[in-house]
């Protein structure tokens, strides 16, 4: 059998969409809607010359990364592109997939207005390492008229200025290519958009480049309704502010698992997300710039095999001060484990957080601090109890009974929480019949029992009603 020669370079665009980035890739010929699902592809029936699917290629890119009313989808931008190309191996090339999709890509314009109070017409200033700066700015239309309905979110990340890097030579040809590459991050926050305007503030880190060169401001903004996306690249990046005011103290961290009520010490699953919440008055850094001023977490111990963090910081909503990382640990083996992060500020102050957490197999749920709260109570309580299954939609059962064992009430309800802590589920302290319960002691059994391997674990407790 024979197979054709692939049509597409690999191009990927990732824009970031807060804790869920928004990729476009089309790698092996596939395209992706914003769900992360590969929904259309595009490709050829039989063998095309190379340099066909190189011309034909970079036209089709064109066509659907372009912005106007057209507003194509992917198989009207191939339409449109077929009949624009004269060469005859066009007619090999086919789309598959649903007809109406389109690209994920969010439509123009972010645009920044004011840099410190000044309009960016009249002068643009530098960001020098140490200088704390505030940018202004609007949403607008494919015509830059501001969205003044527009209220969400802005994604801003700042970009200190290319370096060059070298291709390398895998095959041994003796051929390298020189290129530039934007990869430090000097700043990534998020801002409120208020009718189409908006306005941040960072301090930019010590670690940027001192020699002076153009940075990047890269912009997403959503309401829920409508994606939109921008950038500059006419902000100078370099030197250092000479008065900038005196800090030495670290960042405060503090380090939990899958949820922020995750106790040190306590049990987790098998794959469970880091959470490390970080402050600094100054701002974290997160540039790599420097060597070993990263964020950074040791697992075990392991200092050979660092987990690098600076991706996966974003600061706090309207707040540079703060922020979080999410990050997610895999296949981890069961029994005791560690993980020490180590992060710096802006002026390199640094500081370390140790974690302790218990890996159980997921193959049986584990239930921990079985309580109901408030315990005693007269009308209203919540059963609150710790797991091993986060994500996952877990079938729970609570019955209550008298101190003799007669069963009085039965409550069945599907939970699904983010992290190891549920009290999702709350008690009135009326039996089945709808009958106020007396006063006293009674025994309650929790049970609890997973919905994709319907393994199940239960404990006993104690409540008293006054």
């Known amino acids: 059998m024979k197979t054709h020669l692939p049509l597409f370079i690999t191009i990927t665009c990732e824009f970031s969409r807060f804790d869920n980035p928004i990729r476009i890739s089309a790698g092996e010929n596939i395209f992706w809607n914003s769900t992360g699902g590969a929904t259309s592809m595009i490709s050829t029936t039989r063998l095309v010359f190379i340099s066909v699917g190189q011309a034909f290629n970079k036209r089709l890119i064109a066509t659907l990364l372009e912005f106007n009313d057209e507003d194509l989808t992917i198989s009207e931008s191939l339409v449109k592109t077929k009949n624009n190309y004269t060469q005859t191996q066009k007619f090999f090339i086919y789309y ?4 109406v999709k389109k690209l994920a890509i969010p439509k123009p314009n972010i645009i920044i207005k004011k840099m410190n109070g000044e309009d960016i017409t009249q002068s643009i200033d530098t960001l020098k390492a140490l ?5 202004e700015g609007v949403v607008t239309d494919n015509l830059n008229a501001v969205l003044t309905d527009f209220n969400g979110s802005l994604s801003t990340t700042v970009y200190d200025k290319p370096i060059d890097k070298s291709t390398l030579d895998n095959d041994n040809y003796g051929t390298v290519e020189i290129f ?6 000097l700043f990534r926050g998020l801002a409120t958009v208020e009718n189409g305007n908006f306005n941040f503030e960072f301090i930019v880190p010590r670690d940027v480049k001192i020699s002076y060169g153009k940075g990047k401001l890269s912009f997403y903004a959503t309401n829920e309704i409508l994606d939109k996306a921008g950038y500059n690249t006419d902000v100078i990046v370099g030197g250092i502010n000479e008065n900038a005011p005196e800090d030495s103290l670290g960042p405060e961290i503090q380090l939990f698992m899958n949820d922020e009520s995750f106790l040190d010490g306590a049990n987790t699953n098998a794959s469970p997300n880091l959470i490390a919440k970080l402050f600094d008055l100054s701002g974290i850094n ?6 070993d ?3 950074v977490g040791i697992l075990d111990g392991d200092e050979s095999n660092p987990i690098i963090l600076n991706d996966f910081y974003q600061t706090e909503l309207d ?19 560690t993980l020490k992060l180590k992060a710096w500020d802006t002026y390199n102050n640094s500081s370390e957080a140790m974690l302790n957490f218990v890996v159980v197999s997921d193959n049986s749920i584990t239930l921990d601090n079985v309580l109901n709260y408030p315990n005693p109570f007269v009308n209203y309580t919540e059963f609150w109890f710790n797991h091993n299954k986060p994500n996952e939609p877990l079938e729970v059962q609570v019955q209550i009974f008298t101190v003799s064992g007669k069963l009085v009430k039965t409550i069945n309800q599907l939970v699904q ?5 549920s009290r999702n589920i709350s008690w009135n302290g009326l039996d089945d019949f709808g009958n106020k ?7 309650y059994k929790l049970k609890v029992t997973s919905t994709t391997s319907n393994i199940s674990s239960e404990k006993y407790e104690k409540l008293v009603i006054l």
């Open 96 to 99: 598959f997939g649903d007809p």
């Open 131 to 135: 200088s704390k700066v505030s940018f």
């Open 180 to 185: 530039d590459s934007q990869e430090s991050k």
């Open 286 to 291: 997160t540039s790599v710039t420097a060597v």
């Open 293 to 295: 001023h990263d964020i």
């Open 319 to 337: 707040d540079f001060t703060r922020g979080k990382v999410v990050y997610r640990l895999r296949d981890l083996s069961v029994g005791p484990h």
């Open 417 to 421: 929480t983010t992290g190891n802590l």
């Open 437 to 443: 319960l007396g006063k006293g002691v009674y025994i």
